[in-house]
């Protein structure tokens, strides 16, 4: 897999702003987080477009291939070509094997444009598919998460900079920490480029459990079962059917996570202790 073409811009920028308070105006500045559409292209044909943070943008092609099902391992993308252009980044990738006649075949059922975090879909049935199923032992204390939820405030330097982007970060419990942390505007993005960090390093994400700066819904569940993620645990609440799909999937749903509480929504059997 090879990356080309101009280097995407900066993820944040200046802006002119005017504060207003009780005591009064003041003129400055303030960093901004950027947000461009990303075209995601097999075999030049687009198949979604997204609006992200023009940041860890190979990340995001393999990450954001693996979650819609489109590839089964990073390895099958032969090629990938990082193209900035007038309106935005384009990623032309090619792929290998039989993915390419599948997502071929995929691409004339297609019925139309898809919203955010469903992307190329063909129906009501198969924006609404069932999870894969997760297998994995994995056990953690509650402190792990405490731990977890804390750290990753200190693992967004671009959120630190202009309080915009989500974050997803993978925590491995043999590593004690962090493995990798990823920021974007979107949080099913945050999502793929995590995941794709992952496959690139030749992560397994059965070992460890992601941790999300947003709420929880249907997509999201989606692609941690994608890619064998047992656990979540997220500052925010979650929806009734990401509920219901983590509980069908064997994944863990931890939400309204700080680092001194949480609440377990499904499959606590991989919470030691009372």
């Known amino acids: 897999m090879t990356g080309k073409g101009t280097p995407p811009p900066a993820p944040a920028l200046s ?30 044909a687009t198949y979604a477009v997204m609006m992200a943070t023009p940041k860890d943008v ?22 990938l070509d990082i193209m900035q252009l007038p309106l935005g980044i384009e990623l032309r990738m090619t792929l290998s094997g039989d993915h390419d006649s599948a997502l071929q075949a995929r691409r004339r059922n297609m019925a139309g444009p898809a919203g955010c975090g469903l992307c190329g879909i063909e129906s009501l049935e198969a924006a609404m598919h069932k999870p894969a199923t997760v297998n994995s032992g994995l056990r953690i204390p509650p402190e792990t998460v405490f ?25 491995s419990p ?14 099913h993005n945050a999502l793929d480029k995590l995941a794709g960090a992952l496959a690139r ?14 709420r929880v819904s249907i997509e999201l569940v989606q692609k941690a079962a994608a890619i064998g993620c047992p656990l979540i645990a997220a500052v925010s609440a979650p929806t009734g059917f990401a509920v219901r799909a983590a509980q069908d999937a064997g994944l863990t749903l931890i939400a309204i996570a700080r680092d001194d509480s949480f609440e377990v929504f499904t499959h606590g059997e ?5």
Do not use: K
């Open 58 to 79: 190979e990340d995001f092609a393999v990450g954001f291939s693996l979650t819609e099902r489109i590839i089964d391992r990073a390895e099958d993308i032969a090629e």
């Open 174 to 187: 043999s590593d004690n920490g962090f493995t990798a942390v990823r920021e974007d505007v979107g949080r």
């Open 147 to 171: 731990r977890a939820m804390h750290e990753l405030h200190a693992r967004q330097p671009l959120n630190a900079e202009t309080h915009a982007v989500h974050a997803a970060g993978f925590w």
């Open 15 to 44: 802006a002119e702003r005017l504060r207003i308070a009780r005591t009064g105006s003041e003129a400055g500045q303030r960093r901004i987080a950027e947000e461009t559409a990303i075209a995601f292209t097999y075999g030049r």
């Open 270 to 274: 991989r919470i030691a202790g009372p």
């Open 201 to 214: 390093a030749g992560r397994d994400a059965q070992d460890g459990f992601i941790a999300l700066t947003s």
